[in-house]
């Protein structure tokens, strides 16, 4: 009889473990005067994303007109976005809230191509290399950095294994789906209807106030011999479109110039009647960040610091433009 209530005792000790073990959340005390976004950001949190999940947790535990109780201890969530933290993937699940300079701010990313579709094929030292491997890490790098300054994120183009890999060549596969969970069509205009709609759809269910970009990237395929620098399309009517095209370019410029100063830029700001600039609602840039086949160019992506380097880049330009926008 001992022995049996010995067992079952360590039985409900262990289920209480395990379910400590499980929570997903830890505890913070509140300070006097600090209101929601203050208090999330100093425990790493972006007030734009998980604001109602952290107000979900701590049911009860504010004022009568549901404000903050300085001393009150509140639980937060452990990870920043569960599944924003799993695209980004595993090393870089809990992003560093580094300031909340893009709050407000709704960035649709869209990584060109996908699924059975590569994009653009080269070859470098042997080893195949393709255009949506490339431009999906550059928009998961671009992502973490935007996320970081408290922007919403939407990733348009989703793998459910393939996070920010550090690695020179990304290995290619076709299991990248289309937002939320739709698997990509093989022809290419289904497969434009398709991201495009879903663009739509999010646009539609955001504050028609918040500050919307759309970022498409891609990679160019020309001959061996053409390089090019990162260049821009815009739609032709989209003055907003192109007044974030402009700054991006001149980001670039001003970057070129900081560390390679003797390289010259040569980046371009153009129009061009482009399916997914004519058919989404948010303003829009489409970026081609180089020449696939161009050996200068392969060198932009293939090294991770590179492609980190045009990541923090384009974010550093987006914050230019969203800030710009506030002072007016």
């Not at 300054?149 to 920010?164: N, R, S, T």
Request: charged residues 25%; proline residues 4%; aromatic residues 10%.
């Amino acid at each position: 009889m001992i022995r049996y209530i010995l067992i079952l005792f360590t039985v409900f000790l262990l289920s209480i473990a395990s379910s400590f073990a499980q929570e997903n959340y830890e505890w913070s005390t509140a300070k006097n005067g600090e209101g929601f976004n203050s208090f999330l950001l100093r425990n790493h949190i972006s007030p734009i994303n998980d604001l109602e999940n952290f107000k979900y947790l701590n049911q009860g535990r504010f004022t009568k007109n549901g404000d903050l109780i300085a001393g009150e201890k509140y639980k937060l969530p452990l990870l920043y976005s569960t599944h924003l933290a799993s695209l980004l993937g595993e090393d870089h699940e809990n992003i560093k809230q580094v300031d909340n300079s893009l709050s407000g701010a709704v960035l649709y990313l869209v990584a060109g191509h996908g699924g059975p579709d590569p994009g653009a094929v080269g070859s470098i030292s042997g080893h195949k290399i393709t255009e949506d491997e490339y431009a999906y890490d550059i928009v998961l790098r671009m992502g973490e950095e935007l996320l970081s300054h408290g922007a919403k994120v939407h990733f348009i183009i989703q793998d459910p294994d393939d996070g920010i890999r550090d690695a020179a060549y990304l290995k290619p596969d076709k299991d990248e789906l289309c937002y939320p969970s739709q698997t990509i069509p093989r022809k290419h205009t289904p497969r434009l209807k398709q991201r495009a709609a879903a663009i739509n759809l999010l646009a539609r269910n955001e504050n028609k106030s918040a500050y919307q970009r759309l970022i498409i990237l891609h990679l160019d395929s020309r001959s061996k011999g053409n390089s090019t620098d990162v260049y821009f399309y815009h739609h032709a009517v989209s003055s907003k479109g192109k007044d974030l095209a402009l700054t991006l370019q001149q980001k670039m410029k001003d970057k070129y110039d900081e560390f390679q100063p003797n390289r010259g830029y040569e980046g371009t700001v153009g129009t061009r009647r482009l399916y997914m600039l004519q058919t989404t609602t948010p303003p829009s840039v489409f970026i081609e960040l180089g020449n696939i086949n161009n050996r200068n160019d392969q060198m932009r992506f293939i090294k991770a610091e590179n492609r980190q380097a045009l990541a923090s880049w384009l974010c550093e330009g987006i914050q230019e433009n969203y800030l710009k926008l506030k002072m007016k």
